[in-house]
T-cell receptor, first 113, second 116 residues
Framework: QQQVKQSPQSLIVQKGGISIINCAYENTAFDYFPWYQQFPGKGPALLIA?????SEKKEGRFTISFNKSAKQFSLHIMDSQPGDSATYFCAARGSGNTGKLIFGQGTTLQVKP | GAVVSQHPSRVICKSGTSVKIECRSLDFQATTMFWYRQFPKKSLMLMATSNEGSKATYEQGVEKDKFLINHASLTLSTLTVTSAHPEDSSFYIC????????????FGQGTRLTVV
């Protein structure tokens, strides 16, 4: 119940295209869903996050879509750029577990010029 | 924005020795710090959660005598890998949070440990 399942494992997109990464969870106690971007040899950086009381959040080219009934959420990267090439992790956090994050398996995105 | 700094960024040590990794919150007081381990092309695995002035809470399967965590101040937590062996080679990442469990945690840049 503590798992967050992320797909796909890897993704190749042409420059200007839309990158879509999906995550699913089971624990309904999760109440915060962030996405992190990680470049090789670096720590993850918060990209965008959403709470389950909204269905969508947009920040620049990055959008989170959230489907509470399906217990799924996804990251959309519009107008993908080569600089977006990185590993992306979804995560979930529940108020009842000291606020620790449960991470998805990660998606390696390659944006071809 | 909040900055979390890890030191060193890379370290090579001999098998059997101990190595200490520092995690500092530079512009905020971190009441809670988290330590993660990440294998190549894998996700982050939480090792332990530490609250300032308290003993760390280790995740199941993590040897607390092997990975010593100290959170003696509101801006510094340390992870000491004792009697390191090649299988301890990994990327170690800390994150720090100010305030309650609902506030955002910020990540350090990670430490690449290689045990030879």
């Amino acid at each position: 119940q503590q798992q967050v399942k992320q797909s796909p494992q890897s993704l190749i997109v042409q420059k200007g295209g839309i990158s879509i990464i999906n995550c699913a969870y089971e624990n309904t106690a999760f109440d915060y869903f962030p996405w992190y971007q990680q470049f090789p040899g670096k720590g993850p950086a918060l990209l965008i996050a959403i709470r389950p009381d909204v269905s969508e959040k947009k920040e620049g080219r990055f959008t989170i879509s959230f489907n509470k009934s399906a217990k799924q959420f996804s990251l959309h990267i519009m107008d993908s750029q080569p600089g977006d090439s990185a590993t992306y992790f979804c995560a979930a956090r529940g108020s009842g577990n000291t606020g620790k994050l449960i991470f998805g398996q990660g998606t390696t995105l390659q944006v071809k010029p | 924005g909040a900055v979390v700094s890890q030191h060193p960024s890379r370290v090579i040590c001999k098998s059997g020795t101990s190595v200490k990794i520092e995690c500092r919150s530079l512009d905020f007081q971190a009441t809670t710090m988290f330590w993660y381990r990440q294998f190549p092309k894998k996700s982050l695995m939480l090792m332990a959660t530490s609250n300032e002035g308290s003993k760390a809470t280790y995740e199941q399967g993590v040897e607390k005598d092997k990975f010593l965590i100290n959170h003696a101040s509101l801006t510094l937590s340390t992870l000491t890998v004792t009697s390191a062996h090649p299988e301890d080679s990994s990327f170690y990442i800390c994150s720090a949070r100010q305030g309650t469990m609902n506030t955002e945690a910020f990540f350090g840049q990670g430490t690449r440990l290689t045990v030879v």
